[in-house]
Each structure stands twice: as structure tokens, then as C-alpha cells.
């Protein structure tokens, strides 16, 4: 339905290509924040140096080298890193459920429609590794979809890359969409969200107003509390109830992610062995990467952004043009173009700052701002 001749150019975010299928989007969850998480607090923690040699050694990985008709590799030792949370999937037909993501991608043919991923974020750390941005794209974002060779198929929800044709499809979706090249891939399991919050001790979040949750009929009541395992994924996954849906969920999202990364870089995990190595635990067992992103790489990212405080660390999500139904798919959402443009080539060129000062509005705000 598409075409795949790489040597098509790309386009503004939104927009058509010649020959091609238009460019939209929207925006969602942001668990897979948690990977920036990772290179923090391990960063806080060099010291241990056996436990971290040990720990990325037992990470699963998945081959990417397949894709093809990608964005020029950018310039600079910035880092853009493709992040997306995922379920443990589900049985379909002539594939087990006890299959791991990492065995499936090695399979002969991705089994489509196991697996779901509705957190899809792009990490931007900023060559000087003094800021780390995590930048939310909506799961329901209306865009072209492409396989794992890099080659358009349809129209659709930036989550249906992922389900349909695994992590090449999703970074290839991903690079299309914004024209930035994917630098490495990371997958956190959902397993390993609840994990992580039992090991830091359970989250503290605020809850500005009482709500109810039909989908998982569950009261929240306002005020502060401190989240953990199972009611932690719970409150990260509500949207049913909030004032705004999707969006109030990812701007809650984003600041548990934060309220998570002020715990796990705090002095009584970093410099509690029992602690670090629940957390670390939390995080690499549930954790798969791109094959070519080694543990030595891994390890210096780590020990690089070891100075890197929670304060360093910007959330945002891209900018949205609006909502509108698409029959067959229902709502989705449509980014706005010219912003979306102005926020990718700025990742493209490190100059997130400059865009931020530009659009302040668009940083997360607190939770107690939040409806």
C-alpha cells in the first residue's frame, strides 16, 4: 500500500510524502520512562561494578539489523533511544504464551497480535550528559504503519506497529514519523513496572480529586498516598474517569516516573546494597534491548550520566493538533505539525533547550496541578 524505495526522502512530521501515506500521531504511556531510570541509577551506583558487569550481562536482546530505508544517523554523541513498555502477550495461534519477546523476535515470523504496547517514548540525552529528556508519543497517534523491513503498509495507531510487526517494525514506524534515527531500542515488561516499585518502597503520588474507575473498578480517593505493585499499575494504567483521558494519564504517568526517579537515586537505595540490588533486579530481568547496544556500552552511558540528578530529567510529550474518529480505528490523535517538526529536528540537532524555552507550557508540570 505504501512504498519502501529508500530512496525516498523524509518529510515533516504529519505530512505526506510524494507517492506515500500521510504522517499523524498521538500520545500515551510512559512507563518505558523507566529505562532512563535504569542508566540513572546505575550511574548513582558505579561503585558496585561487579553488580552492574553482572546485571547488563543477563539482559535479553533482540537483532535489529534487518531494518532498511532509515534516517542518516545524527551527528554528535547525543543519544536517541526508542522506549516502549509491553505486556508479557498473550497465546495465539501456533505460539505459546511462555514464549519471551526475545525468542519470538528470533522466530522465523513475529507472531502478530500477541504481544500489546500502548508506551511508546523517545529518551534524548544530550551529548554533554548533563540532561536527559523523555519525550511521551501517544499510543492512539494516527500514522503510517512499517514493517520490520522498513517498508509502509497503512494507515493506523503508532501502537499497531509493535503488536503487527514486533521492535524493527516499531523503530522503522517510529523513524519515519520523526525523522530521527533510533541510536538503540529498549523494552520494559509490565511485570517489571510493579517490581520496581516494591523495590523502592512504593511511589508517592498526589491525587488532586476523588474518582471512580470502571474499567478496573477501583475508587481513588484525593490526597497523598504511596503507590506499590499491583495498585501502583493500576494508577499509572487509569483512564477511565479522568477529566481529559489519555492525556491527564500520561501527564500522571510521567510524574510517577518522576516521583519513582527521585526514590531510586535517593541516598537509602543507592547506598543500601540490599535496595540497589532489588532495583537493579526490577529492571534488567524485565528489560530487552537491541543486540548491538553491548553491556560495556551500556556500562559507560551508565557511569556517564552518574552526576545526573531527578531535576535534570524533562518530561514532555509531542505536540497535539487534536483528536478526531478515524472509522474502523475510532478516536485517534493527530500531532500538530509545524511543532512536531520544530520538537524532532531539535532532537535531531541537541538543541532540546532551545525548544523548551521556546514552548515552557509544554514541560510536565506537578501532580499537584494535574486534574
Not at 554528535?76 to 519470538?104: C, F, Q, R, W, Y
Amino acid at each position: 500500500m505504501g512504498d519502501g524505495d529508500p530512496g525516498k526522502r523524509y518529510r515533516d512530521a504529519g505530512k505526506r510524502r510524494a507517492g506515500g501515506l500521510p504522517f499523524h500521531r498521538r500520545h500515551r504511556k510512559v512507563i518505558a520512562g523507566l529505562v532512563a531510570a535504569v542508566v540513572l541509577v546505575l550511574g548513582a551506583g558505579a561503585s558496585y561494578g561487579y553488580l552492574l558487569n553482572s546485571k547488563f550481562n543477563n539482559i535479553a536482546k533482540v537483532d535489529t539489523s534487518s531494518l532498511t530505508n532509515r534516517p542518516d544517523p545524527d551527528k554528535g554523541e547525543a543519544l536517541n533511544i526508542m522506549l516502549l513498555g509491553s505486556d508479557k502477550g498473550k497465546a495465539v495461534p501456533g505460539v505459546s504464551a511462555d514464549s519471551t519477546l526475545e525468542e519470538d523476535a528470533r522466530a522465523a515470523k513475529w507472531p502478530s497480535g500477541k504481544y500489546r504496547s500502548d508506551t511508546l517514548m523517545i529518551v534524548h540525552i544530550s551529548a554533554d550528559r548533563k540532561h536527559v529528556y523523555l519525550v511521551s508519543i501517544p499510543r492512539d497517534t494516527y500514522t503510517t504503519i512499517y514493517d520490520s523491513k522498513g517498508t509502509a503498509t497503512r494507515e493506523e495507531k503508532v501502537n499497531a506497529a509493535f503488536s503487527f510487526y514486533g521492535p524493527t517494525g516499531t523503530i522503522s514506524t517510529v523513524e519515519h514519523l520523526t525523522n530521527v534515527r533510533m541510536r538503540h531500542l529498549a523494552i520494559i515488561d509490565w511485570a517489571g513496572f510493579k517490581d520496581l516499585s516494591h523495590a523502592v518502597g512504593g511511589v508517592p503520588v498526589y491525587i488532586p480529586r476523588p474518582f471512580f474507575d470502571p474499567s478496573q473498578k477501583i475508587q481513588w480517593e484525593a490526597g497523598q498516598q504511596n503507590l506499590e505493585g499491583k495498585k501502583a499499575l493500576a494508577y499509572v494504567r487509569t483512564r477511565y474517569g479522568l477529566l481529559r483521558g489519555d492525556f491527564d494519564r500520561i501527564a500522571r504517568q510521567q510524574n510517577f516516573l518522576r516521583a519513582m526517579m527521585k526514590k531510586m537515586l535517593a541516598k537509602g537505595t543507592t547506598r543500601n546494597p540490599a535496595k540497589l540490588v532489588a532495583t537493579l533486579s526490577a529492571l534488567t530481568e524485565n528489560l530487552t534491548v537491541d543486540a548491538e547496544w553491548n553491556s560495556g556500552d551500556m556500562r559507560g552511558l551508565a557511569l556517564s550520566l552518574r552526576g545526573t540528578k531527578a531535576k535534570d530529567v524533562t518530561f514532555m510529550t509531542a505536540p497535539v493538533a487534536g483528536t478526531e474518529t478515524v472509522p474502523g480505528l475510532g478516536s485517534v490523535v493527530r500531532l500538530d505539525e509545524l511543532k512536531s517538526k520544530e520538537l524532532f529536528t531539535a532532537m535531531k540537532k541537541d538543541r532540546m533547550q532551545s525548544y523548551i524555552k521556546k514552548y515552557p507550557h509544554e514541560v510536565l508540570k506537578s501532580d499537584k496541578e494535574i486534574s
